[in-house]
């Protein structure tokens, strides 16, 4: 008997607006490099709907065989199958032994579960692997001003605290000011369902 798939319902839950950003915002782009891919839900869904360009999938090795499991049930020609990256211990990994190929990053959910200091070594490592006009592309829940943007943001940045208190929702002026150090300048931002938002960086020498 087969094993079911691993199943994110978040990841149903985002897939269809998320793509209509990336069908926007990717328009000319080439590879994408998505961390954090963790089921592998969303890499299945992105590819073929983008067929124009390359989705490479990356994660901690632990996951790989969720994301793999899912390549398997949905084969697509555009989408390459994960390669490690541990931002405790990995640069941006090689694609075909070429480090700048990738000219978009797209993570999902991933800024509220890591730490901090985690956040500042994925915007460090994007910065210098992007090329010029480059874009990250960041979903998930952040604060305004220093302040939750819901009640139910509230309740779910409680959750994560008693997880890790390591974790926990970003304000979004701190990761604006870190992007900024790496030549990352938000260009567009869209509010998103349920209370999240997807940030748009692209890659710009400051003046």
Known sequence: MTSPLPFSQACENN?????????????????VLEIGSGTGQHSVYFAPNLPHLIWQTSD????????????????????????AF???CDSIP??????????????????HI???????????????????NGKLIVYGPFNEDGRYT?????????????????????????VLTL??????????????PANNQILVFQKRVQT
């Open 94 to 111: 090689l694609t075909d032994n070429v480090r700048d190929s990738y000219d978009a990053v797209f993570t999902a959910n991933t800024f």
């Open 15 to 31: 897939k269809d607006v998320i793509l209509k950003v990336l069908q926007v915002e990717l328009q000319g782009y080439t590879r």
């Open 179 to 192: 992007a900024k150090k790496h030549d990352l300048q938000l260009s567009t931002q869209y509010d998103m």
């Open 114 to 132: 890591i730490s901090w200091s985690l956040v500042q070594t994925l915007i460090e490592l994007v910065g210098s692997a992007l090329p010029m």
């Open 86 to 88: 541990d931002l405790t």
């Open 60 to 83: 901690v090795v632990s996951n790989h065989s969720y994301i793999k499991a899912w390549h398997d049930a949905y084969p697509t020609t555009n989408l390459r199958a994960p390669l």
């Open 150 to 174: 819901s009640e139910s943001n509230q309740r779910f940045d409680l959750s994560l605290k008693q997880r890790d208190a390591a974790s926990g929702i970003r304000d979004k002026e701190d």
